[in-house]
């Protein structure tokens, strides 16, 4: 009997542990769970998305950078794509307005600034109140380049970049530096050998791989999810900029040393020279960027940039190479309207085209068109009382950013290559006598005009 009431009891209550069980369930299904649902959904429909890690260190690092009056603005190419596709939002948008984070929560290892340093006054004090607000910041400094051929100034170092991390998100700040062709250069970013490589991941970053040149742009602030930042007025072209930013910088130890070896022509009639000189390229640049026409530095000014960092005085003209792609029909109405007549025109748009255009005080302004084949590029010389032909061969190249007599210009990025291309092994030696028809080594005739074309393709004013 006792057996018997054992068994009873025993199933009475594992019955009366089923059923206890089966009503928590059902009780946790149609109540609390409900109930919570109700609560996040509310919470969600009115602050999606600002509790994102990359959220919480943008807006600290505005309040950081707002509190310490760092002159800041916003490049994240990501961001700043975002903003531009959805622009009438933004404009719409006033603080504290939104109810979703749709542009700093997007998953991303870092966002980037720009910080103009020439405006910022105080840069002391900084990292500490930034690793007291939960920071942890990395300055990459490196020695100025502009002041490499100085002795008593070469080892100067500047800030180059800030990167700081807060958990797992990090603010790269590039630090943009005003440069005298009222230009904004920013450094490579170059890890010295006691920085920790696992930092952040380095490699993801979109500045820095190598120095870099912008247009000084404009700026607005605007409301992104709820937080004034400051932004390009014309983000597209700031975007635009960006994979064409490289810059190459003049070699300025170099031409010290070339300076040292050929001493440098301070005469009255050489300084007038680079005057003039200087003149026509800043008037022929600021008439190409009218035309929207890309252009670099060719031949002897390419030469004179390259090796010692200045116009070569016995030259005699300015040197512009113009992709034949880039050609614009009225490239020579705007040079004529600009003050410089057409001097001569020789070949055509198809072959060789050449313009030539007089600048003040009988400085000439060569642009020659250059054309591209399978595996190198070439421009072409015309010889007027004979109608022969010229080609000059180049390996391919690709054009970057370079400072030169107080301007931003382009100049090929395999520079050696090109300038050996033109001007061979012995490219450092000047040589006051050329001969453009047989001098380059990289000249080679190709043919004669037809008598019948020499109207069209040999024009001389």
Not at 227 to 256: G, M, N, Q, T, W
Not at 427 to 434: A, C, E, Q, S
């Amino acid at each position: 009997m006792s057996r018997i009431n054992k068994n009873v009891i025993l199933a009475l209550l594992t019955l009366t542990s089923s059923a206890f069980l089966l009503f928590q369930l059902y009780y946790y299904k149609h109540y609390l769970s409900a109930k919570n649902g109700a609560g996040l959904s509310k919470s969600k429909g009115s602050r999606i998305g600002f509790d994102s890690t990359q959220w919480r260190a943008v807006k600290k690092f505005i309040a950081l950078t707002s509190r310490q009056n760092v002159p800041v603005f916003l490049i994240d190419p990501l961001i700043l794509e975002l903003i531009n596709k959805n622009s009438e939002q933004v404009k719409n948008t006033s603080s504290g307005t939104t109810s979703d984070c749709k542009f700093f929560c997007v998953p991303r290892d870092f966002t980037a600034f720009a910080l103009q340093y020439h405006l910022w006054k105080n840069e002391e004090g900084w990292f500490r109140i930034a690793e007291n607000m939960g920071f942890q910041c990395l300055k990459i400094q490196s020695k100025d380049p502009r002041l490499d051929g100085i002795d008593s100034l070469s080892g100067t170092e500047i800030p180059l970049h800030y990167i700081c991390r807060l958990a797992t998100h990090a603010i790269h700040l590039v630090v943009f530096h005003e440069r005298s062709g009222n230009y904004l250069w920013h450094g490579h970013l170059r890890l010295k050998g006691h920085i920790d490589r696992k930092f952040v991941p380095f490699r993801k970053l979109r500045f820095g791989r190598y120095p870099g040149a912008f247009d000084r742009p404009d700026l607005q602030q605007v409301t992104i999810d709820g937080l004034e930042v400051h932004i390009p007025k014309d983000p597209i072209h700031f975007l635009e900029e960006i994979p064409h930013s490289r810059f190459i910088e003049c070699r300025y130890k170099d031409a010290r040393a070339f300076f040292q070896q050929y001493l440098d022509d301070n005469t009255v009639e050489a300084m007038a020279f680079r005057k003039s000189a200087k003149e026509l390229l800043q008037l022929a640049a600021k008439t190409l960027k009218k035309l929207g026409v890309r252009f670099w530095l060719s031949s002897g000014t390419c030469l004179g940039w390259y090796r010692q960092c200045n116009i070569i005085p016995y030259s005699k003209d300015v040197d512009l190479g113009i992709f034949i792609q880039d050609y614009k029909s009225d490239i020579i109405i705007a040079f004529q309207d600009a003050g410089l007549p057409l001097k001569h025109k020789f070949g055509k748009v198809e072959d060789s085209l050449e313009l030539s255009f007089q600048g003040k005080d009988n400085v000439k302004l060569d642009i020659f068109f250059f054309y591209e084949e399978t595996d190198h590029m070439w421009n072409g010389g015309t010889q007027a009382k004979t109608g022969k032909k010229f080609k000059y061969l180049f390996p391919k190249f690709t054009l970057c950013w370079t400072e030169f007599v107080d301007m931003k210009v382009h100049v090929p990025c395999e520079t050696i290559e090109y300038i050996e291309a033109n001007y061979g092994k012995t490219w450092k030696i000047p040589v006051k006598t050329w001969d453009w028809k047989h001098s380059p080594p990289n000249v080679q005739p190709n043919g004669i005009w037809p008598i019948s074309e020499w109207d069209e393709v040999i024009q001389l004013y």
